[in-house]
């Protein structure tokens, strides 16, 4: 087990390595640009020499920043992005802890990651940082709320929390089918809360300031922007378990190819796909993100779970 969290974590880093690359490439190819093109054949070694270039930079601390909190806030906001690895299922029999309330686990570790964000720009002791840190904050919750809300139809929908059985009970069909309205406000909200395009507000270039980790250099800065990227295939993961059928194929017919690799091929189109969206929609602004939370998101999920009730009790799913 020890061997195999040891792989996971490994394979984890190498594909946020590489995520990072073909983010920079797909985006220069959508917006007529090169991309990493210098360093290694087909820049590929660029996001290595970055990375080394953050760990071996100087790690500086403002004087005026509460300091133990300032030390704590990038572990608490980086650290929960591998423990939820912890209950997804990679196939039926590939687990590192089938617990049977493993959905509710994800949602409450990844929730850590809001308290590391806050502790971030509060200890700055910065009225930049600490606003940055609010906006992330007030946004990560309202969209958090729907999120849980559309995960909750599906939970109706297989009477479990345990990740596996909501994998088995989509034999039939995958849930995206019934779960359709829910499918996409939870992945509406998760955009939003992996901080992608275009919600990513805790970066918004109109401020010419990086939020709520703006007084953050060197490694620290780095644990910030790792946890993004561990997220993305996380969520990714997630997204497949709840909705596409995890490791089960699309028809019974190509029951021959391995789980874990319909798994993998899953998490990866949705860890990607946020990419593509980046250089499609424009940022929106934060009093309209808000709105479409609370007044868009919020009685769709609403719906979705009325709808699943009232399919459940007749029976129909």
Do not use: C
């Amino acid at each position: 087990m020890a061997l195999l969290i040891f792989g996971l974590l490994n394979v984890v880093l190498f594909l946020v390595t590489y995520a990072i690359y073909i983010q920079r490439k797909l985006l220069g190819w959508m917006q007529s640009r090169v991309g990493p093109n210098r360093v290694g054949p087909y820049g590929l070694l660029q996001t290595i020499a970055d990375v080394l270039k953050l760990l071996t930079k100087e790690s500086f601390i403002p004087s005026h920043v509460d300091r133990p909190l300032f030390l704590l806030a990038p572990i608490v906001a980086f650290a929960p992005a591998f423990v939820v690895f912890a209950v997804l299922p990679l196939t039926d029999r590939i687990a590192f802890s089938d617990i049977g309330v493993g959905l509710l686990f994800y949602i409450g570790v990844a929730s850590l990651s809001t308290l590391g964000i806050l502790m971030g720009g509060w200890a700055s002791n910065n009225k930049w940082s600490l606003i940055g840190a609010m906006r992330a904050v007030a946004m990560m919750i309202a969209y958090e709320i729907p999120l849980v809300l559309a995960a909750l139809g599906v939970v109706m929908q297989a009477g479990s929390l345990n990740l596996t059985a909501i994998v088995a009970s989509q034999e039939t069909v995958w849930n995206v089918v019934p779960q359709f309205i829910g499918f996409l406000v939870f992945l509406i909200a998760a955009l939003a809360e992996l901080n992608r395009t275009p919600f990513d507000l805790t970066e918004a270039e109109s401020e010419l300031i990086a939020g709520y980790h703006v007084e953050y250099s060197g490694f620290r800065f780095a644990f910030f922007m790792l946890a993004e990227y561990v997220y993305l295939f996380a969520m990714g993961a997630l997204i497949s378990l709840l909705y596409f059928g995890g490791w089960l194929p699309p028809h019974p017919a190509l029951s021959f190819i391995p789980g874990g690799v319909w798994m993998a091929l899953k998490t990866l189109l949705f860890a990607y796909f946020p990419f593509w969206l980046q250089a499609t929609f424009p940022r929106v602004r934060v009093d309209q993100l808000m709105t479409f939370a609370w007044k868009g998101l919020m009685p769709l999920a609403l719906v979705n779970i009325v709808l699943t009730a009232a399919l459940k009790t007749a029976g129909v799913v």
